[in-house]
């Protein structure tokens, strides 16, 4: 089995929304009018072209059941047969942001988004050069921690089911389940297959933790590893005991951070920046939406923003907007590149559909989907150091860029 072949920075700090959710979620429907697009999935008032419509589509898949229920060996699950058409539809878009949700999956996002679920104690995140999912972080006290998994494993099968294929989110599904039942894994660690059997817990999560980085100096450090619903009074919290503190500086670890909710980045980033524009988004009609900060809380202190290529979504529209005010120094290693905002529209049924929706652009009009950010100081992050005694070279630099500012 090919193993992790990019170990560089990745899974060393804890970072991720709940166990995995690697994407973008905007529950709350920024730029987009739910009704108005529950509205336009109603019959009547539109007469566009639907493949559905089509009936040589209709036969053929006709025939393909026929065949189905002729030959195939199996048992035939006509619910999941539905699922899949569903599915189907969506990935044919060809955009991995996209998803359909099924009634069970949509019930566990929702969960996740609310800061809380039934899991195992770890994040998880995918390699998209070595193309599998691997333990970004591990939560103290819960049953990965206790079962001895360690940062960078390799997620190989889950419940005996081979996952080496599946998105983060699809393995943190199968992960996650009720409180108290379990879950069998097997992980690779360094070419080996090492078996566990853990329990389910409800795990509450901690996504902004700070501390003092420099008391000579009083420079904060707060680090945040996601922009779920419950980061946002977290942060406001953190933020009210640093500046209790009454610090001179700050550094805010981004690392391996892969975003979050849109609403949430927006409000945490407005309690740093002056007056002004903070993101706007674009639909595919042109359409606008401004999402700007009246500056009453700014913190005018200097900032050092540390960020790597995990760092993706929200955290870069946090970072961007940041940036484009002059309001912090970027270090570390160019952001992933997600720029584009998904709206979840429910069905009557329970499930749901995700969909890219619009592109985001920072203050200065750049949209860099695709691209990333730019660190303003490119550090790469010793790994070796890292892992032999937690020398943290990057954060170094930070804390030295801030004592520089101080002196000034």
């Not at 040589?56 to 058409?85: T, W």
């Not at 599946?166 to 080996?192: A, H, I």
């Not at 450090?221 to 209790?244: C, G, K, N, V």
């Not at 989907?369 to 150091?385: F, Q, Y």
Request: with cysteine; hydrophobic share 35%.
């Amino acid at each position: 089995m090919e193993e992790n072949k990019k170990k560089n920075n990745k899974g060393l700090f804890a970072a991720g929304i709940f166990v995995g959710m690697a994407i973008i979620i905007a529950i709350s429907g920024i730029a987009v009018n739910i009704t108005g697009m529950i509205s336009e999935l109603m019959p009547g008032e539109k007469d566009t072209a639907s493949v559905s419509d089509d009936p040589a589509v209709r036969r053929k898949i006709k025939s393909v059941e026929k065949l189905i229920d002729k030959y195939y060996v199996e048992e035939i699950d006509r619910a999941a047969e539905e699922e899949g058409i569903y599915k189907g539809i969506i990935d044919s878009l060809d955009d991995k942001y996209s998803t359909y949700y099924t009634a069970e999956e949509m019930e566990k996002t929702l969960e996740d988004s609310a800061g809380e679920y039934g899991g195992i104690g770890c994040y998880i995140a995918y390699d998209t050069v070595a193309e599998h999912c691997y333990v970004a972080g591990i939560i103290p006290g819960y049953s990965a921690d206790n079962a001895g998994l360690l940062e960078g494993d390799i997620f190989y099968k889950v419940d005996d089911e081979i996952v080496l294929d599946c998105t983060s989110e699809e393995v943190s599904n199968r992960v996650r389940g009720p409180e108290g039942t379990t879950v069998d894994l097997v992980m690779v660690r360094d070419g080996k297959e090492m078996e566990y059997t853990l329990v389910r817990a409800l795990v509450e999560i901690q996504s902004v933790s700070i501390n003092m980085a420099d008391e000579k100096n009083k420079i904060g450090y707060m680090q945040i590893a996601s922009f779920d619903l419950a980061t946002r009074d977290q942060f406001h919290y953190a933020m009210d005991e640093l500046e209790a503190e009454d610090v001179n500086a700050l550094i805010i670890d981004l690392r391996d951070n892969p975003g979050g909710d849109v609403d949430v980045a927006t409000n945490m980033a407005e309690r740093l920046l002056p007056e002004g524009l903070i993101i706007y988004t674009e639909d595919k009609n042109g359409k606008r939406d401004e999402y700007k900060g009246d500056g009453k809380n700014e913190f005018k202190k200097p900032i050092v923003l540390l960020v790597n290529g995990n760092s993706a979504s929200a955290a870069e529209i946090f970072a961007g907007a940041l940036k484009d005010y002059d309001k912090a120094t970027l270090v570390g290693e160019k952001t992933y590149g997600k720029g584009v905002v998904q709206v979840v529209v429910p069905m009557t049924d329970g499930s749901a559909v995700k969909l890219t929706t619009a592109k985001y652009y920072l203050p200065k009009g750049e949209c860099i989907h695709g691209k990333g950010i730019e660190p303003d100081v490119k550090v790469e992050l010793d790994v070796d150091a890292y892992r032999a005694d937690g020398t943290d070279n990057q954060k170094e630099e930070a804390l030295k860029i801030l004592r520089e500012k101080l002196k000034k």
